[in-house]
Nanobody, 118 residues
Framework: QVQLVESGGGLVQAGGSLRLSCAASGFTFSLYRMGWFRQAPGKEREFVAS????????NYTDSVKGRFTISRDNAKNTVYLQMNSLKPEDTAVYYC???????????WGQGTQVTVSS
């Protein structure tokens, strides 16, 4: 079955960096666009970034452009989110997800907590 397992979250001071990883299994990872989302307490889940199956095309929400970088290693079935210059407003649970054949995100990981202290 499809599984997505995030790791790499934690507590960091403002201005610091974290690298999230999402290990995928149960499907042909290299065929799918993958995305990162986040949900802060009391807020709706929001899109953060996505990456095409080949890694050649990426998208970011405006608030993370220039600070976050999404990448993938198809040989390792893993997608990453490098987060630099972190701000307290980046505090959230971060989820990775697979975009399915109907252009909707159909499988989600369990999430990893990122907390940025001021």
């Amino acid at each position: 079955q499809v599984q997505l397992v995030e790791s790499g979250g934690g507590l960091v001071q403002a201005g610091g960096s974290l690298r999230l990883s999402c290990a995928a299994s149960g499907f042909t990872f290299s065929l799918y666009r993958m995305g990162w989302f986040r949900q802060a307490p009391g807020k709706e889940r929001e899109f953060v970034a996505s990456i095409r199956w080949s890694g050649g095309s990426t998208n970011y929400t405006d608030s993370v452009k220039g600070r976050f970088t999404i990448s993938r290693d198809n040989a390792k079935n893993t997608v990453y989110l490098q987060m630099n210059s972190l701000k307290p407003e980046d505090t959230a649970v971060y989820y990775c997800a697979r975009r399915g054949s109907r252009n909707e995100y159909d499988y989600w990981g369990q999430g990893t907590q990122v907390t940025v202290s001021s």
